[in-house]
């Protein structure tokens, strides 16, 4: 099985058009295609899929609760978090889960075993299919202060069900959810657009892909705004592009009516072909 997360610097770029279009593409070829759409704070790729959804399940996460009976107030689970998620005063510990990031140092690391870690609801992932493949969608609660978790947990599940392909669509931006989407990958795909707030995101996710020894190639999305410096880039910096989508009228229209933009509009299936192409490269 290949991971492939599609990914962008920046929001707005086309990654979910992408991501959905990959995958029914991919699907419509006779590839085993698993969708996981791990943007958990605003998932979505089913406003366009509109699939049936077949499974729903409770995400949780692992967060410390203080047993007052046991605690002896000896404040060393603070200075072991590096979170914040555990605050030390004078008469009491304060516990803060949605901080917590389920490293188990301050429960592990309690003499007085005064800190048990105990489950607590995030977030929800639903398991469906739509024209021909399987869609996973992971969704935050709402007042959830952290997303990685979500995103480890939706992409966990992506992954026990995908045999051929795993298609993710990555949370916007190079942060930790961006990190964590890319994590597992054995190729990214970077969507950008000509322009120089696209430059300026792309720098970015450029860096912290190479950070972690990712193959990758980018996107170039709307071809025909903006400049050349995204092009001029890349050429330095020796990154494959992968496809070239034009600023075209037909595609926006089509996303606007929720269409799959390949049965569309030929010279964006054009580029589903050239990264179909890049993909069976790199396999």
Known sequence: ??????????????????????????????????????????????????????????????????????????????????????????????????????????????????????????????????????????????GQEMATPLIAKTIQKASTIAKEWLIVDAPPGSSCSFLESIKQSQIVLLVTEPTPFGLHDLKAAVEATRALGKSFGVVLNRVGIGDSKVLEYCENEKIPIVAKIPHDEMIAKSCARGELVFQKVEDFKKALEDISQFLGEER
Not at 35 to 58: F, G, Q, R
């Open 1 to 142: 099985m290949r991971q492939v997360t599609v990914a962008s610097g920046k929001g707005g770029t086309g990654k979910t058009t992408l991501s959905l279009n990959l995958a029914a593409y991919l699907s419509e070829i006779n590839q085993d295609v698993v969708l996981a759409d791990a943007d958990v704070e605003e998932p979505n790729s089913a406003l366009y899929l509109k699939p049936k959804w077949e499974e729903s399940i409770v995400a949780t996460k692992a967060a410390p609760v203080r047993d007052e009976q046991k605690c002896v107030l000896c404040n060393q689970c603070a200075s072991y978090c590096h979170f914040n998620a555990i605050m030390a005063l004078p008469s009491e510990i304060l516990v803060f889960p949605k901080l917590c990031h389920s490293c188990y140092a301050c429960s592990q690391l309690c003499f007085a075993q005064a800190l048990p870690m105990e489950e607590f609801p995030m977030g929800e992932i639903k398991v469906g299919s739509s024209m021909g493949f399987t869609c996973i969608e992971g969704r935050l609660d709402v």
